[in-house]
């Protein structure tokens, strides 16, 4: 099993930036991409970015291209979104998730789950 753990969330203004971290622990070897998802009240998960363990490629969904950046410390096991930028449709809760057999952008393809973090923009 892996566990994710998420921080860094909060309130900021429009235009503001702020940096989601996900530490994981357990069976690290086992992890093949990790990716960004989010959720809004009313709205389904959307896949928001995704980064390849191992190589470090990455994947974004296109309404956070330019704005958002996923990179990972993989001494630390620990994978990172930087969101400037930020809008108040970015407003949601943002969950970590890892993948042992992909780094796309289906949910589906995902098997970790962090708890989430709520990320709030203010106008």
């Known amino acids: 099993q892996v566990q994710l753990v998420e921080s860094g969330g909060g309130l900021v203004q429009a235009g503001g930036s702020l940096r989601l971290s996900c530490a994981a622990s357990g069976r690290i070897f086992s992890i093949y991409g990790m990716g960004w998802f989010r959720q809004a009240p009313g709205k389904e998960r959307e896949f928001v970015a995704a980064i390849r363990w191992s190589v470090g490629n990455t994947l974004y969904a296109d309404f956070v291209k330019g704005r958002f950046t996923i990179s990972r410390d993989y001494a630390k096991n620990t994978v990172y979104l930087q969101m400037n930028s930020l809008k108040p449709e970015d407003t949601a809760v943002y969950y970590c998730?890892?993948?042992?057999?992909?780094?796309?952008?289906?949910?589906?393809?995902?098997?970790?789950w962090g708890q989430g973090t709520q990320v709030t923009v203010s106008s």
């Open positions: 998730a890892g993948s042992s057999r992909s780094w796309n952008g289906r949910a589906d393809q995902y098997n970790y």
